[in-house]
């Protein structure tokens, strides 16, 4: 974000483990962050939406992640790569 790099925290949706200190790599952990990559490639333009706070505990952004009109949050989900959570 203008210049910097960012971790963002997706609202809603929680996806399996694959760099967790004490977590071993969970199934479909590789399959989503390859899809992350992929469609969130360097130099794609995208829009972060918040719901409330801006930023949590660890200091990442918060909230939903827009890429070509579709929000990726919801792409996640669809292509059975994550689960909803709260």
Request: proline share 5%; net charge negative; aromatic share 10%.
């Amino acid at each position: 974000m203008n210049g910097e790099e960012e971790t963002v925290r997706l609202l809603l949706v929680d996806t399996p483990e694959t760099v967790h200190p004490t977590i071993p790599e969970q199934p479909y952990g590789v399959e989503a962050s390859t899809f992350a990559k992929e469609t969130l490639s360097i130099g794609k333009q995208i829009q972060l939406e918040y719901d409330g706070l801006q930023r949590d505990y660890y200091d990442r952004m918060i909230g939903y992640i827009w890429v070509d009109g579709k929000m990726f949050n919801k792409m996640l989900l669809a292509e059975g790569l994550a689960r909803c959570a709260y």
